[in-house]
């Protein structure tokens, strides 16, 4: 499976942005779906999941409220709409593949593929 993300860039904060990931080769469809992020001199973290096949959903609380994550099982994409964006939300932000059998990819133990990151950037 390869996923490849689009649509980050630079906004102001309270600004809105949505992130794609498309999956190519393998379908990513049977898969847990999430969003993770790594700001400079951070660790990686989670952000948000989405099940498969139900589509439930999980954020993490610093997104809660603001993010949204979808999945279009027919397109094999998966997307985060992301809203009232503050400057810490600046971050290269990946998206993931969970392994088989996994129900929500929240940890970097839970992702069987990366997607190469997107670049936000928020402004104040």
């Known amino acids: 499976v390869q996923l490849q993300a689009s649509g980050g860039g630079l906004v102001q904060a309270g600004g809105s942005l949505r992130l794609s990931c498309a999956a190519s080769?393998?379908?990513?469809?049977?898969?847990?779906m999430g969003w993770f992020r790594q700001a400079p001199g951070k660790e990686r973290e989670f952000v948000a999941t989405?099940?498969?096949?139900?589509?439930?959903?999980y954020y993490a609380d610093s997104v809660k409220g603001r993010f949204t994550i979808s999945r279009d099982n027919a397109k094999n994409t998966v997307y985060l709409q992301m809203n009232s964006l503050k400057p810490e939300d600046t971050a290269v932000y990946y998206c993931?593949?969970?392994?088989?059998?996994?129900?929500?990819?929240?940890?970097?133990?839970?992702?069987?593929?990366w997607g190469k990151g997107t670049q936000v950037t928020v402004s104040s």
């Open positions: 080769g393998r379908t990513a469809s049977p898969y847990a």
């Open positions: 993931a593949a969970g392994k088989a059998g996994i129900y929500y990819v929240t940890l970097l133990s839970h992702v069987n593929y």
């Open positions: 989405i099940s498969w096949p139900r589509g439930s959903t």
